[in-house]
Nanobody, 118 residues
Framework: QVQLVESGGGLVQPGGSLRLSCAASRSILSIYVMGWYRQAPGKQRGLLAA???????NYLDSVKGRFTISRETTKNTVYLQMNRLKPEDTAVYYC????????????WGQGTQVTVSP
């Protein structure tokens, strides 16, 4: 089992930046893939960025060049650096840990609200 705690959300003006953190209760190197998702009101939750235990990353096309996923293994923490934020980035952001090869290995944090507004 993995507990995930997100932090770092808040209110930011368009064009601003935020860094989200996701602290895991176990070594993130033991987790097959960790990802950041978001869910806006009335929309489905969708993947933004992911990083495998080996360090490979992938991004949603619409956030490439603006968002960066990274990790600090000594702190068992994964980050999402978000730059040049837009009002349409407003959503609840979630951290996820999963291993598609292990049934049921799919854990979520509680989410953190990001609001981009003048």
């Amino acid at each position: 089992q993995v507990q995930l705690v997100e932090s770092g959300g808040g209110l930011v003006q368009p064009g601003g930046s935020l860094r989200l953190s996701c602290a895991a209760s176990r070594s993130i190197l033991s987790i097959y893939v960790m990802g950041w998702y978001r869910q806006a009101p009335g929309k489905q939750r969708g993947l933004l960025a992911a990083m495998t235990s080996g360090g490979s990353t992938n991004y949603l096309d619409s956030v490439k060049g603006r968002f960066t996923i990274s990790r600090e293994t000594t702190k068992n923490t994964v980050y999402l650096q978000m730059n040049r934020l837009k009002p349409e980035d407003t959503a609840v952001y979630y951290c996820n840990a999963r291993n598609p090869m292990i049934p049921g290995y799919d854990y979520w944090g509680q989410g953190t609200q990001v609001t981009v507004s003048p």
